[in-house]
């Protein structure tokens, strides 16, 4: 399969090939203005502040119950006939469901959106096996038709236009081209129908695992995922750790961000709370339901007071959203499961630093992730944290840590940190820069490709400052 | 030690120490206070601007509105339970009509062709709604199984104007949901729509391309 | 977001705090915002041995390093008058980060002391000095970036536009995406020039397309790189710092 592939290895050059094609650009441009908009009105009759505190509240509550609430989950979840499977990493996950496939000589795999699954390459893991993995939300769809990984956590498709979806579907299903969203959408309906009434299992995602009930919730708006828990005779649902919530009314709360944040609507068109599997006198439903419970670094994140905010995260991409980087070079170029800002603090502990140090530094701090995240994770704090580790001055807790140090960066800032600890002779630099000002260097290096070099002036602010206290009159010293 | 323990011990042998859970305020997703009519306005509001669709009707004579609703819409076979008395109204009213009736209370292995391709509407009833956010709430029955409500082009759904309640919040909180869940329990708040097609939005993607939502009234004056 | 902070009242004296860009690049603008403070009666006393806050080293995570550098400044501010910052970004680290670089370290309340006295040059002029203006200057149309530091760290969208609406002659403009950042973040712009630049193209054509010829911001690193980008690209748009416009039209 000729997989275009990206990875965070690459940001440089992915950025500089995203940046330069007209048709990314707009295409992310546009979605992200409408998208900004939308939330900003959704949440405009709301008490965005107070909601947002309990849904950080009700994040960081579950992290502090963490294993009981796990081991409540599973003990419930059986007890409704769940069985629930854990797994160490991401492959660990994709042979356990690979297993429950094979035992039930399930040949073809339906899939609704899940992230996680994205996350551990299942799609790949079943086809080496011989077991079709199809997806069935409509963007995740289209982009498999394309051979590509999706660009956005919730938008999957968001990098394609009408035009280009147009001619995927032509070139892949034989669909005559048009620009009729209603035909290409209606098209893709009648060919997954076809797929979910012969699947043998259905694989989702979950947004929210209830400890107190055994529930697992999953939001969505096209029915792919009801339909995905439904109608195929085994459901396995995956998902991470840290999905669980205590109790059913922390889910309203979590449910009324998630919605709004993401794309800006007041709810979803569905909200399936799956608690059990078909039951003796039901009629329809799947008669096995499986959750698989991922930890894949998770463990490891929840050892730090400051990273394990990272796992607050409900997955709503509204700091992609709102991110001036991701809106300039798309979801691809971070070259990760989960782009944009929660990519860039989750992705390293995932992957190691080696593999993903370029993506804490693509950020210019600018606070408008920190600021929408709808359970108030510190994300440019984060990122910060994640730099320091980077380059060796962290605790150690991140794979990779130290990647970045390098013996000319050390010198340089303990030479900062020298001439700004040693006063004199920091204003004899500045002084010196004045004055040969016109000796400066007018190329400096990428800065000077797209600006002019900045000048020093030719009087420091210290100078100034002397020449304008010696022009008043003298006052007593008052330091 | 197995993978589930490995888990459970590291994340109970937490090295940065054991963390405080914090203390919730619910206060943000209830009480609002808003009279029946404004729960009813609101509801109807924001069913109706996510493309569902409400037809009034009383209590006594809402089965003239769902043949109506079904004429209008041109529907020939139409789902529905057995059991329930919306079902056992709708039966009443149809029967021998120019609208087929198809049991929906059969296992889906014995009809899933038919009803993926031939049956154009699914009638269900429901537990109640959600004036916040212009949703109904299901618990699909053996009477009413769940594919009724996904499968068909067309879904109606028969709500009672008093079971219009304010938020999810007391909806959870009043009828006791953590107490006994069901196998399945649903919100749905307009037909089945995507935007993955450049942000334009487009219906009836997997389930259904239309919601007609009945709701009755006691009163006798709608 | 920010706690909504009590302001003090008048006091009559403050330190300065000029930061390194300014003292480097625009030593105009750190003096025009003490003859502002000054004109309201305000003695500025200007500790002669301050460098740089440490921020460019904390953003790159080099603490130790920024530990350091901040701890010399820590020293400099003995008495308790409050310490003004013609910087959203450089005050914000002041502010917001010095606590947390500090916790668990023998500077910690020292640090929490001091973070509690900072202020932006503009959060200054409006909450504490309740600056009046008289304008002088001739009928102008201006645009305002507030750097993403003072916007979004030290929650300071408003203060800036609220000095310039005290000038009775200023228009101040509306451009697109005003809250979007300009793309300097200092390292950022080093580490990602490309992405920078794509930031900073934006901002520039949103601010000519507002349709004047002159912007101002509280921040110099910002308009370093948006006048630095205009020049680039021979515009005729001129930046400068919101001190020096305020100065320049009132005296």
Redesign the interface.
Known sequence: MNVQTFTPREF?RQ??EA?ASPQI?A?FR??M??LMIKRRDVFGD??L???RE?GA??R??A?????DL??QL?ANCEANGIRVH???DGE?ACRVIRELCEARNARSVIKGKSMVSEEMHLNAHLEAAGIEALE????EY?VQLNEQTPSHII???IH???DE?SGILHDKTGLERTRD??I???A??AQ??ERF?AADVGVSGVNFAVA????LCLVE????G??TT??PPVHIAVTG?EKVVE???????L??LLTRSA?G???????????????E?????PKEVHLV?V?NGR??I????EL?DTLRCIRCGACMNHC??YT??GGHTYGTTYPGPIGSILSPHLMGLEETQ?LP????????C??VCPVKIPIPDLL?R??????G??RG?VPGAGV?RTRKE?AA??G??W???H?AA??SG?AV??KLRALMPTRL?????????????G???????KQ??AKKPA?EE?? | MSVRDAILKRLRERADGALVAPESDFAVVTNRGWSRGERLERFERLLTSVHGEVVHASRDGWTTALAKVLVDKGVRRLTLGRKHPVAVEAREALVGGEVELVDADRDIETWQRELFETVEAGLTSTRGAIAETGSLWLWPTPDEPRLVSLVVPLHIAVLDAEAVEDTLFDVIERHGWATGMPTNALLISGPSKTADIEQTLAYGVHGPRELVVLVRHAEETI | MTPVKLYPTKPDKVYFYGTCLVDMFFPEAGLDGIRLLEREGIEVLFPEDQTCCGQPAYTSGYHDEARAVAAAQLDLFPKPWPIVVPSGSCGGMMRTHYPSLFAGTEHEARAEELAGRVFELTEFLVHVCHLKLEDRGHLEKVAMHTSCSARREMGLAETGPALLAKLGQVELVEQARAAECCGFGGTFAVRHPEVSAAMVEDKACAIEAAGTARFVTSDCGCLMNIAGRLEHQQKTVKGEHIASYLWRRTS
Not at chain 1, 221 to 224: A, D, I, K, P, V
Not at chain 1, 270 to 277: D, G, K
């Open positions: 440089h950025a500089h940046l650009r295409n546009k979605a203005d409408g709301w008490d502040e107070a909601l309990l509240n009700i960081l509550r992290l502090a119950k963490l294993p796990l081991e599973e854990w797994a160490e660990q069935s939300d409509l963007g289209l938008m999957p498709a394609l236009n009408t979806i969203v209603d290409m959408t209606a893709a309906r997954l129908r009434m107190e009930t055994g529930t708006n096209e029915g792919n009801r339909m439904t109608v750790i109790q059913l009314r922390d889910v309203p709360p449910y009324a794309t609507q007041h709810v979803t068109t569905y909200f399936n709370m799956i608690s059990s599997p078909r039951q006198e039901e009629h329809d439903g419970l930890d463990s490891r929840y050892q730090d007071n394990l001036p980087v300039r070079v370029d530094t693509a950020s210019s701090l600018c606070g408008a920190g600021e910060v994640l730099r320091k580790e980077s380059v001055e962290g807790n970045k050390v800032w303990k900062f940190q001439l700004a600890t006063p920091w204003r500045v820069a004045g290096g990428p800065w000077t490709d797209y600006r002019t070099a900045p000048r020093p002036a009087t420091s602010l210290h100078a100034l400052v304008h206290q006052r008052s330091q």
